[in-house]
């Protein structure tokens, strides 16, 4: 108890650690404001940190002279900036682009932020948008060719209503990043010619005026992109042209989100890459079968190790034995949530775990809002199997759970997680227990 006393006071955390839990704060200028007021020690530690302040969470309510006071207190360091004016999609910035106006107030604000942040790009590290394709509006000038030397992430994911054209493309083209390898662009119509995509390791493209062809003569055969994504629909191949076949031989990851069936089906014929070893797909179109979808991919990739799934329609009583005897090398799977439509996917994986030959290499499933009894049942037919070193983490938004077999547990409400040992206490490899985070 004595030696438990000594170490209850945060004050007498070594300097290293308190530093590091403040990291952990960068994003909550209320928390590190409340940092600041703590003592005087607290108050001077925090101000000779540059590196705390230097990740900037942007929305339309924030404080310009707050802002600034922040810019100024990350003297040198590298900034990542998170412009986050989603919430305005549903206000006043829901106006079509074709106006050519943005809200004054509105628009007068982000001005005067992005005249703030353009003063400092040289120190730019990472730059994320997100907000309504009016933004596009007001970002294009400030943007245009902006030499940002140390920008490395450059991602600008934009929202409009449904079925109406990409705004016009105009002189936009990205800041000018000697270092950036990483994009992701959603509605963001671009001079692709004057952008250079060959040494780019990252790549996600929502709707954009990229065409099939165009992506393939920036980036095929490039030895530096190792991960690729596609949201809500693929680069348009021109009627007049002949679709080429993209060849990546480093990429290792591959995202499809919100596709079809037709896409896929032009994914899986035109694209050559042997190599994935991570695949993350969110597919819900109803009323398409993707199973065969998944079966070619099972086979296409045989280095697969990763598998995220975020949802997927597939018909009722849907057979995917195929599917998951080729996921031979599969380590480790993700699935999020497990609506009605995704029953037929966890029902199969469920079923086949009493096969000692089924998915050899599995040793981690990672669920969100999935049943505790159905993981229950996944982890008892796993262990019958002979094979008791599966460790599933489970993600939950609401707790409704029972005292299964352990022999401690341990239910933290605030942040709705909870903590079970199984019968066996864990070794170092985490034999035999299920973590709930």
């Known amino acids: 108890m004595a030696v438990w006393s000594k170490i209850t006071n945060i004050s007498d955390l070594p300097l290293e ?10 994003y909550s200028p209320r928390t590190l404001g409340r940092i600041l007021q703590v003592s005087k020690d607290w108050h001077n530690m925090a101000l000779g940190m540059p590196g705390l302040w230097g990740a900037l969470y942007i929305t339309e309510d924030t404080n310009l002279d707050l802002l600034k006071t922040w810019i100024g207190r990350s003297q040198q360091t590298g900034l990542f900036i998170c412009l986050d004016y989603q919430r305005a999609a549903n206000s006043h910035w829901m106006i079509t682009w074709q106006s050519e106006v943005a809200p004054p107030n509105y628009a007068e604000r982000f001005i005067r932020v992005m005249e703030c942040l353009v003063a400092c790009a040289d120190r730019w590290v990472h730059l994320e948008v997100f907000g309504p394709d009016t933004l596009y509006l007001l970002l294009r000038e400030p943007l245009a ?3 940002a030397p140390r920008l490395t992430l450059l991602s600008i994911i934009l929202d409009g209503p449904p079925d109406t054209p990409l705004p016009p493309v105009g002189n936009f083209v990205p800041p ?3 270092a950036l390898c990483s994009i992701e662009f959603t509605r963001v119509p671009l001079r692709w010619e004057l952008f250079p995509l060959a040494p780019l390791t990252h790549l996600t493209l929502g709707p954009t005026n990229l065409g099939w062809n165009d992506l393939v003569h920036g980036v095929n055969h490039s030895p530096f992109l190792v991960s690729l ?29 919100r596709l079809v069936v037709h896409d896929l089906g032009l994914l899986n014929t035109y694209l050559a890459t042997p190599q994935i070893m991570s695949l993350a797909l969110a597919l819900p179109d109803e009323g398409s079968d993707f ?7 099972s086979i296409r990739f045989p280095r697969l190790s990763h598998l995220a799934i975020d949802d997927i329609w597939l018909q009722p009583d849907t057979s995917l034995h195929t599917f998951f005897l080729q996921l031979t090398t599969v380590t480790d799977i993700v699935l999020r949530g497990l609506p009605r439509h995704m029953r037929p996917f966890w029902d199969a994986l469920v079923h086949h775990m009493g096969d000692q030959h ?4 599995l040793e981690c499933i990672t669920v969100v809002d999935i049943p505790i009894l159905d993981i229950q049942d996944l982890v008892e037919l796993r ?12 993600h939950v938004s609401s707790l409704l759970i029972r005292r299964w077999n352990t022999s401690a547990w341990l239910v933290d409400n605030t942040r709705s997680t909870v903590l079970i040992e199984g019968p066996k206490k864990p070794s170092v490899q985490g034999t035999g227990f299920l973590h709930l985070l």
């Open 17 to 26: 650690l308190l530093t590091e839990i403040w990291k952990l704060l960068k």
């Open 145 to 147: 060719s902006l030499q």
């Open 176 to 178: 000018n990043g000697v």
């Open 229 to 257: 994504g596609f949201v809500g629909g693929l680069p348009t191949s021109r009627a007049s042209e002949e679709t080429l076949a993209l060849d990546l031989p480093s990429l290792t990851s591959l995202s499809l989100a």
């Open 291 to 297: 199973a065969p979808f998944l079966e070619q991919l």
């Open 358 to 361: 089924f998915l050899p290499a």
């Open 383 to 394: 262990r019958q199997a002979g094979n008791a070193s599966l460790c599933v983490t489970v």
